[in-house]
């Protein structure tokens, strides 16, 4: 399933973001720089894929090596990290179950 994650550089810069899935070695990465108070939001959820700093797209910033990946039922062990500034950000990961008790959820 996909999700939405948001970083947001609250205590000063930070440095190409990358967000891995430790699981499966799978890593996406955006290559941009933060100043404090930007909002980088990503979203792998299928049919809504984007990449946006301060609510500007900056789809082209994607490491070419990445992947729009998903996580599964059960546990995900996921990492963020940054070349630079890793202790300035704030992460907030949303991440909706489609269909839950027999519910269906739409994204």
Do not use: C, W
Request: proline share 1%.
């Amino acid at each position: 399933m996909g999700f939405k994650i948001i970083f947001k550089a609250i205590k000063g810069i930070a440095k190409n973001i990358k967000f891995s899935h430790l699981g499966t070695g799978e890593y996406l990465e955006i290559l941009t720089d933060m100043e404090q108070g930007d909002k980088l939001e990503i979203s792998t959820i299928e049919g809504s894929k984007y990449v946006k700093l301060n609510k500007q797209d900056i789809f082209n910033s994607i490491n070419r090596q990445s992947t729009f990946f998903n996580i599964s039922t059960g546990d995900n062990l996921l990492e963020y990290s940054a070349e630079e500034g890793q202790t300035n950000l704030d992460v907030i990961l949303y991440y909706v179950p489609k269909y839950t008790n027999g519910l269906v959820i739409n994204n």
